[in-house]
């Protein structure tokens, strides 16, 4: 019986090995398994990491002012991040250094008036634009409290941001409509900005200048005299276009699609909540609520601004037009489309409409 018990205890011992060694065995595999499940977990969070990493997009423009709003708000409110750009914007002086900067690859996008385009385009810039910003002239003439109209303009220095181009190209066509020729009747200094433009109005250092809203207003509150509306004197006329090289567009056409549909993301949101846009514009440009509430509506209700980003091809046709008077083109004029590639917005618009 002893011997037995001891057979029995010694199988029971073997048996209890086997077990412990097939338990051992078990938690290796275990081990394997858990160690492949992290690593698979890590490769897919690295790749989906990888996958969400924003592309850099600068882009350039020529004055940080409240017209403008849209590429800040589109930057700081999250709507280049849903496309994946990561969108440096680079504020230039005056639209034909945006334009340089944009066919040197410095940029990607370019923000210019469209005189600026045709001109660069006629001498060979491989240059379209793609898109709407400023889609008419939200400029006014303020004059220092001895200039009341334009004709107490003639034998002053006016300031400008540009001599021939931009601010600069429409001041002259405007004060060419109230019978003031450049430089017979006037001449231009060159300053700046619209706040720069400001302060040598207030300085006394010229007689006056254009500036945007709301800065007219700022203005008139302060006792200067707001002459005249550049849209009253050029009612239909395209200002400032989302410009691209069209090669490099076409090489890399859905960046191009994306930074669109953030555009057009960011106009509607603006439109849709007028006072969390002003809110953010409020602080970004330094203007009180009052006066940004005051711009934006004015910039809605004039349709400077379009709800889906898109530019006005009538404006265009315009500035054609005024382009060939300054002898830029020649007859037959050419059609808008010339210069104007709608691919890019239209692709936008369409994967927007998906959602």
């Known amino acids: 019986m002893d011997g037995l018990v001891k057979i029995e205890h010694g199988k029971s011992r073997i048996e209890d090995g086997g077990l412990k060694m097939a338990r051992r065995g078990k938690f290796r595999r275990s081990l394997v398994l858990t160690a492949s499940v992290v690593l698979i977990e890590m490769l897919a969070f690295n790749t989906f990491a990888f996958a969400q990493e924003k592309v850099k997009f600068p882009i350039g423009e020529s004055s940080k002012t409240l017209s403008y709003g849209p590429l800040w708000v589109a930057a700081k409110m999250g ?198 846009a002003c809110g953010y514009l409020s602080k970004e440009m330094a203007i009180s609520i009052e006066h940004c509430r005051y711009a934006s509506d004015y910039n809605w209700k004039s349709r400077i601004w379009d709800r889906n980003a898109d530019l006005n091809v009538e404006g265009v046709r315009t500035l054609i037009k005024i382009t060939a008077e300054q002898g830029i083109l020649k007859e037959p004029l050419p059609q808008p489309s010339k210069y104007i590639d709608p691919s890019y917005l239209k692709q936008a618009l369409a994967e927007l409409g998906k959602k």
Do not use: C
């Open 79 to 276: 709507f280049f991040e849903r496309e994946g750009l990561d969108v440096p914007i680079i504020t230039m002086r005056g639209s034909p250094l945006t334009i340089q900067a944009l066919t040197a690859d410095s940029i990607y996008v370019a923000n210019a008036t469209v005189d600026t385009l045709i001109s660069a385009y006629e001498r060979g810039a491989d240059i379209t634009m793609i898109g709407g910003l400023i889609n008419g002239l939200g400029l006014s003439m303020i004059g220092g409290k001895p200039y009341k109209t334009y004709t107490d303009l003639r034998g002053t220095t006016i300031g400008s941001q540009t001599l021939t181009s931009g601010t600069g190209f429409a001041l002259r066509l405007v004060l060419k409509v109230h019978g003031l020729e450049y430089p017979r009747d006037y001449k231009l200094l060159n300053i700046g900005s619209a706040p720069d433009r400001y302060q040598a109005l207030t300085s006394g250092q010229i007689s006056s200048a254009p500036v945007g809203v709301p800065l007219d207003l700022v203005a008139k509150q302060q006792g200067f005299n707001i002459i005249g509306y550049f849209a009253d004197d050029q009612p239909n006329f395209q200002f400032n276009v989302y410009i691209v090289k069209r090669s490099w567009a076409e090489k890399n056409r859905a960046l191009v699609v994306r930074f669109m549909k953030a555009m057009a993301l960011t106009m509607r949101w603006m439109i849709d909540n007028r006072e969390a």
